[in-house]
């Protein structure tokens, strides 16, 4: 799974998963400790089909 980039400041560098699962079944919870924003973003392995 590739890290996404922080929606907040564009960053994904400093971005950690929290969860492999959000409030959805595609979605992984990640938080960035470069501003603090708890975002979750659709799993890779769900990106297609
Ligand atoms: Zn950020």
Do not use: K, Y
Request: net charge negative; hydrophobic share 35%.
């Amino acid at each position: 799974m590739s890290t996404p980039a922080c929606p907040n400041c564009g960053r994904n560098n400093s971005v950690v998963l929290v969860s492999l699962f959000g409030g959805q079944i595609i979605t992984a919870q990640w938080h960035c400790d470069a501003c603090h924003t708890h975002f979750e973003a659709v799993r890779d392995d769900f990106d297609e089909d």
